[in-house]
């Protein structure tokens, strides 16, 4: 679905992204892990077009991604963390989004609502609600459109156990159904549940992609987060 | 989707946000209490419209830039997820700019004309006073917030670019009048009139209140720009100059900001 190509940006004088290669395959969970600073959020920020490339180029269904908005009405995002306009309720930006998108199916996704009790919470303005509730809201607005493809950065951040496990299942399920995931985490067990494929990136490089079973046979380690650290301290050898 | 649409959207949510913000409430209030303290003690005359004169000129410009700039830097995840959504950006940076630049210089308008009206200073004498005020103000408005866009757009640091709002609002409101006089003084032998006039058509808020004396009629307030202006071209001239580099004011640092945004990375 998306092809990366010696993908290459820097931010004055740190090079984020050195060159990077990937490939994202049509209905799979693809995870990008990687060390804090490691690029991982901008390479996100590139694939919506939020963020532009020094070098490379990006493809999304063989179109180069160059500017033209029209692309993102198939992908929904969740950034991390955000902080919403005061004032307004979950409901008026759920009708806002709505209003911007004007999605051509009548039909939105609302199932994460009642499945996080959010009902209630969406009248009251958003600066009254506590992070983890914001964040509920964050993926209620990246399901809403019924996308193609989901771009999730940090997720379950802030999320309870309960919370986490609705939209672990709402991953799983939209996978079922065909969705295409892209998704950050630091929480390896979390990504062992989900993902497909791993990428990981370390200091602005791919140094592994492939399926799960394969990162562990690669560096026979048992878990995904030895065999992350593994990759790791044999870099820092090298 | 045409541009209008999109920049609509985001201009009828701004309103609907803004219009439950303490801030903008407070400053209708203090601008409503200024108005009618000045209205009380002087009566509805002009000696009323020339202290509103003086309010215009310093603290629309500096709640324009400061709250511009503040404002842009609140919003900046809500943007993230704007630019996220298959809109155009120009798009966008147009629906934020008017839909700030709307409810601040309507929050002026309201805080003038309402105990305007309730000191019954709408007269026949005055309307044309007023009137010509509260466009200004809102002339102020827009250019001011052009400015604060582009600050914020092109500066990462909040705090940094915060400091440039300031600095540019005593450059613009303070400083330069003082740097004018100075060169005058300086070269009082010199024949002054064109360095003059350049000089206050690259100052906004020396385009302002020469636009609001020379409506006003109060030669004796006009400062030495004014003076200048009103030899040199007379009233209808005047206004037509400085209303063109007023605009120009605005258009400026709006296609500059709106570029940046563009080009931004997020």
Redo the contacts between chains.
């Keep these: 679905m998306i092809a990366i190509r010696d993908l290459g940006?820097r931010?004055g004088r740190s090079e984020v992204l050195r060159s990077i290669d990937l490939g994202i395959r049509r209905g799979r969970v693809t995870a990008i892990v990687g060390p804090n600073a490691a690029g991982k959020t901008t390479l996100l920020?590139m694939i919506?077009?939020?963020?532009?490339p020094d070098r490379g180029e990006l493809l999304f269904d063989g179109v180069r991604v160059n500017g033209d908005?029209?692309?993102?009405?198939r992908?929904g995002?969740m950034?991390q963390s955000?902080?919403?306009?005061?004032?307004?309720t979950g409901n008026?930006l759920i009708a806002?989004?709505t209003?911007?998108?004007?999605p051509t199916t009548s039909t939105l996704d609302r199932e994460l609502i009642d499945q996080f009790g959010l009902a209630r919470e969406l009248d009251k303005?958003l600066r009254t609600l506590s992070g983890g509730t914001r964040q509920k809201v964050n993926a209620v607005?990246a399901f809403l459109f019924d996308p193609e493809l989901l771009i999730l950065d940090e997720p379950t951040a802030g999320l309870d156990p309960v919370a986490s496990g609705v939209l672990k299942s709402k991953i799983a399920r939209s996978r079922a159904a065909g969705k295409t995931f892209i998704l950050t985490s630091h929480i390896m067990s979390e990504l062992e549940e989900l993902a497909d494929d791993v990428a990981f990136l370390l200091e602005g490089r791919v140094q592994f992609v492939g399926a799960l079973h394969d990162l562990k046979l690669h560096t026979r380690e048992f878990t995904l987060e030895r065999a992350v650290a593994s990759i790791m301290t044999s870099m820092e050898a090298a | 989707m045409t541009a209008l649409t999109t920049a609509i959207k985001v201009v009828k949510f701004e309103l609907s946000d803004l219009a439950r913000s303490r801030w903008l409430l407070a400053y209708v209030l203090s601008v409503a209490l200024v108005t009618d303290a000045l209205l009380r003690f002087n009566g509805a005359d002009q000696r009323a419209v020339l202290g509103l004169v003086n309010v215009v000129l310093l603290i629309v410009p500096l709640v324009a830039v400061t709250f511009g700039t503040m404002h842009l830097y609140a919003r900046r995840d809500f943007i993230e997820l704007l630019l996220a959504q298959p809109l155009r950006r120009p798009h966008i940076f147009l629906g934020l700019y008017l839909g700030l630049t709307i409810p601040v210089s309507l929050g002026m308008i309201v805080g003038v004309a309402v105990p305007a009206a309730w000191h019954g200073a709408w007269t026949a004498s005055l309307t044309g006073a007023l009137g010509t005020l509260l466009a200004v103000a809102l002339a102020l408005t827009a250019v001011f917030v052009a400015l604060a866009f582009c600050i914020a757009v092109r500066c990462e640091d909040k705090v940094r670019g915060l400091a440039i709002a300031m600095a540019v609002w005593m450059a613009f409101a303070v400083l330069y009048d003082g740097a004018v006089l100075l060169l005058v003084s300086i070269f009082a032998d010199a024949p002054l009139e064109r360095p003059i006039l350049a000089a206050m058509l690259a100052n906004p808020v020396d385009l302002a209140r020469v636009l609001l004396l020379l409506q006003l009629d109060i030669s004796a307030l006009m400062g030495y720009t004014g003076a200048v202006l009103k030899n040199a071209f007379g009233s209808v001239q005047g206004l037509i100059l400085a209303t063109a580099a007023l605009s120009l004011w605005v258009a400026v640092p709006l296609w500059l900001g709106g570029r940046s945004f563009v080009r931004k990375d997020f």
């Design positions: 940006k931010f920020k919506l077009g939020l963020t532009r908005p029209a692309y993102r009405s992908i995002y950034p955000p902080r919403f306009p005061d004032h307004l008026e806002l989004m209003d911007l998108r004007a303005p607005l």
